[in-house]
């Protein structure tokens, strides 16, 4: 037996080959035929332009119509007209019997500002160091009985001194209905013989809750103060011009004071504080 040779050639180039040519680019979807040309019949909506737009399918039968909506005044679904809801018994059935009764009336604004009311001056520096001057008219009272009788009335009291009216008034800053909202200012005072020869301001205390003054900056800060005149720290409280009528308990003062307490008035800085005040005030017979 003749041997037999095997010969094998293997080649060790450390080099990649050549890339290979690129293929072909797909098919726009409005190439129907796949022959990569723009042809009349592929610009399905005739606007000389091969693009997505032909590509659309044609449009679909119409399907049913749905059934008709129920009728606001149908007011058990059944379509049918049923007794009731003819609301307003003018024989049609309508929008004008679907609308609901009429809500209670609110309170006028005659009838929360009947008391009078209560001017508040603020002059002084804002806690960002800017001065600063706000006015407002504190007007509202509650319709609440309640409110009226603790925040709006005279106490007449007979002492050495003579005849001492104890004042006490309360106004807040919009309309609070029967549950007042936060903003007020309340103004109490002792007082003898108001508005006559012997005139003498025992006490007096002026209160304000939740006050926000808002510069043309539109940046704002709130004041809540409780001050007494008998604290060292509110100067010159004085109650001026007072003219009170017995009969009427009608009341109209000036008020004004400085508070030298920058952390009691929220200012920072001492603020001077003054007003008026236009009031009917209730007096208790029980």
Known sequence: MLPIFLLVSISCSPEDGANGADGLAGLDCHDTNGDRINQDSEDINNDGQWNYLD???????????????????????????????DVNNDGDLNGLDCQGMDGESGESLEIMTQYGYITLNLDGTRPDDQPFQDETTFKFLPVNGNYQVLYNYVETIDSPDGMVHDFVLRRYISTPGIIPQDTFVEISFSIVDPGGTNELVQSGTFLLEHYAVIGVDNKYFTITGNFDMEDNTVLNFQISNVNYDLESMHLTFDYSFTSTDGDQNDTLHNLDISGSADVRLLEDIG
């Open 55 to 85: 590509c659309q399918g044609i449009t679909g039968d119409q399907g049913n119509d749905g059934n008709s909506g129920i009728s606001c005044w149908d007011t058990n679904g059944n379509g049918q007209v049923d007794p009731g809801e």
